[in-house]
């Protein structure tokens, strides 16, 4: 299969940056024999390389390191130890049931720690699957629901009133608290 002309183009782009595989270069070569407007595409975009390259700063060292140790931490690292606190305590008492059934279990038979484990896996299985169908099961309720409501015009006019009812009583208050806001400004003044 014969790659398009925008296929060549994004190649000349590939290989001004000097990313483009070998097996494709001979393709591009290739085409640039016969094409003069990728010829002269690919001289703009070498052309226009080295001028960014003639126009760069240099750089003090350990900049980029700098700027990372500027930035604010995200994520878990942004949280105080404090917030690690429940997390921890979590891990140490299943590190501690862990040890209470593995070491009960030592002295009855050889393979007991890996019982304990296989049975530690398996509760946290049956609670993922547990979780997991419990939204499966709501989504699907909610789904009967809409479908029993849209099901009839009866209903379907009963929740349009309502959805109308909910917009007019949120736009009373927004005006009410507007109001309120602007009678409180008149008042300072």
Same mark, same amino acid.
């Given at each position: 299969?014969?790659?398009?002309?925008?296929t060549? %183009? +994004?190649?000349?782009?590939l290989e001004?940056? &000097?990313? @483009? =595989?070998?097996?494709e270069?001979? !393709?591009?070569?290739?085409?640039?024999?016969?094409?003069s407007?990728?010829?002269?595409e690919?001289?703009?975009? %070498? +052309?226009l390389d080295?001028?960014?390259l003639? &126009?760069? @700063? =240099?750089?003090?060292?350990g900049f !980029?390191?700098?700027?990372?140790?500027?930035?604010p931490?995200?994520g878990?690292?942004?949280r105080g130890p404090?917030?690690?606190?429940f997390p921890?305590?979590?891990?140490?008492?299943l590190?501690v049931i862990?040890?209470?059934v593995?070491?009960?279990g030592?002295?009855?038979?050889?393979h007991a720690?890996?019982g304990?484990?296989?049975?530690?896996?398996?509760?946290f299985?049956?609670?993922?699957?547990?979780?997991?169908?419990?939204?499966?099961?709501?989504?699907?309720?909610?789904?009967?629901?809409?479908?029993?409501?849209l099901?009839?015009p009866?209903s379907?006019?009963?929740f349009?009133?309502f959805v109308?009812?909910?917009?007019?009583?949120?736009?009373?208050?927004i005006?009410r608290?507007?109001?309120?806001a602007?009678?409180e400004?008149r008042?300072h003044?």
């Amino acid at each position: 299969m014969k790659p398009d002309h925008a296929t060549y %183009r +994004e190649w000349l782009n590939l290989e001004a940056d &000097g990313r @483009l =595989p070998r097996n494709e270069q001979a !393709r591009l070569e290739d085409h640039l024999a016969t094409c003069s407007e990728c010829r002269s595409e690919l001289d703009e975009l %070498r +052309e226009l390389d080295s001028f960014l390259l003639r &126009g760069s @700063l =240099p750089v003090k060292e350990g900049f !980029r390191d700098d700027v990372l140790a500027a930035l604010p931490v995200t994520g878990w690292e942004a949280r105080g130890p404090r917030t690690w606190g429940f997390p921890a305590a979590m891990f140490i008492l299943l590190g501690v049931i862990a040890t209470a059934v593995i070491g009960s279990g030592a002295a009855g038979a050889e393979h007991a720690g890996l019982g304990a484990l296989s049975a530690i896996f398996g509760m946290f299985q049956a609670t993922v699957l547990a979780g997991s169908g419990l939204i499966g099961a709501s989504w699907k309720g909610f789904g009967l629901v809409f479908q029993e409501m849209l099901s009839s015009p009866m209903s379907l006019g009963m929740f349009g009133v309502f959805v109308l009812c909910l917009n007019i009583l949120l736009v009373s208050m927004i005006r009410r608290k507007r109001a309120e806001a602007v009678t409180e400004t008149r008042r300072h003044r």
